[in-house]
């Protein structure tokens, strides 16, 4: 991360818009893929991930300057796992069966890209207001990536957002949109729209 980038405002908003794990990084795209059949399950796991991500940008940066070059993924790795194995008992205890549901995905946390990336990127160099508004934005820009990928694939398989039904009575259902090739046609989707949009406006 660039001294251009350390103003707080664009820290968070990078997260949202130019520097998007999902749509422009590319990052995270197991869980993207795996776990956005419906909505409640994108939720979760984009809370989760922002939780872990927030709590480890905390203590990577805190501990910044006790790292040393050899053992740095080893404590990126240690300090990720640890709160992983907490959202996973979290979840475990209070949600279970949506942690059934999510089965080894919220476990695979300890190795999702996007919070790796961040803690090396980012928290292991800046301070912590800066580590902090960068995991806000990161997470926050992937949670919102998943929610959409999932409430439109909800829509097309079940015709739902969160069990509600919204489409009207009698009205087709696309349940591939529920299957693996229908999260790859989403984000595809989604993906084409995201780079015509910002050819646009890398254009004016």
């Known amino acids: 991360m660039s001294n251009a980038k350390t103003n707080p405002l664009s820290v968070f908003l990078n997260g949202l818009g130019d520097e998007n794990p999902v749509f422009v990084l590319l990052l995270g795209m197991c869980p993207t893929l795996a776990v956005t059949g419906d909505l409640a399950s994108s939720l979760t796991m984009g809370l989760s991930a922002t939780f872990v991500l927030f709590c480890s940008n905390v203590v990577v940066s805190l501990i910044r300057n006790l790292l040393k070059p050899h053992i740095r993924i080893l404590m990126f790795t240690l300090t990720i796992s640890t709160f992983v194995t907490i959202v996973d008992l979290i979840l475990k205890a209070y949600l279970p069966e949506m942690s059934a549901k999510l089965g080894p995905y919220i476990p695979l946390i300890i190795v999702n890209c996007l919070i ?89």
């Open 116 to 204: 790796i990336c961040r803690a090396e990127a980012c928290a292991s160099k800046q301070k912590l207001g800066i580590a902090v508004l960068d995991a806000l934005g990161m997470g926050l820009g992937f949670t919102l990536t998943l929610s959409a990928l999932g409430i439109v694939r909800e829509v097309l398989s079940y015709g739902t957002v969160l069990g509600f039904a919204i489409a009207p009575e009698g009205s087709l259902s696309i349940f591939g949109f529920a299957l693996p090739v229908g999260a790859f046609i989403t984000l595809g989707f989604m993906l084409g729209i995201v780079n015509i949009i910002n050819r646009r406006n890398a254009k004016e």
